[in-house]
């Protein structure tokens, strides 16, 4: 059983820069895949990116491709979400997510899907103002 606890969330203003992470406590780490999401007020959970076990692979959602990185250090238990350029519609809390199994899914869908995912930190706020 793994736990998470995200940090790094802030205000921020638009156009700046943010670097959240997730430590993972309980469990060999490069052994889960992990995410992020975020969720809105009034809106469902949305997938953001997920690293594989190893950090060698890596997918991110359209809407924050070329703007926010994933990575990860195993050694740290650790991953990252660098977020630059950020924009108002950023604002969400955003939460670690990580599911027993180093591979990405081949499937996009089940790899964006909060189901898949058995394992949740507690959530960090972002606010990006304009």
């Known amino acids: 059983q793994v736990q998470l606890v995200e940090s790094g969330g802030g205000l921020v203003q638009a156009g700046d820069s943010l670097r959240l992470s997730c430590t993972a406590s309980?469990?060999?780490?490069?052994?889960?895949?992990t995410a992020w999401f975020r969720q809105a007020p009034g809106n469902e959970r949305e997938f953001v990116a997920i690293?594989?076990?190893?950090?060698?692979?890596?997918f991110h959602a359209d809407s924050v491709k070329g703007r926010f990185t994933i990575s990860r250090d195993n050694a740290e238990n650790s991953v990252s979400l660098k977020m630059n350029s950020l924009k108002p519609e950023d604002t969400a809390v955003y939460y670690c997510?990580?599911?027993?199994?180093?591979?990405?899914?081949?499937?996009?869908?089940?790899?964006?899907?909060?189901?898949?995912?058995?394992?949740w930190g507690q959530g960090t706020q972002v606010t990006v103002s304009s």
């Open positions: 309980g469990s060999t780490f490069s052994n889960y895949r």
């Open positions: 997510a990580a599911q027993l199994g180093a591979v990405l899914p081949a499937s996009s869908r089940n790899r964006m899907s909060p189901n898949q995912y058995q394992h």
């Open positions: 690293i594989s076990g190893s950090g060698r692979s890596s």
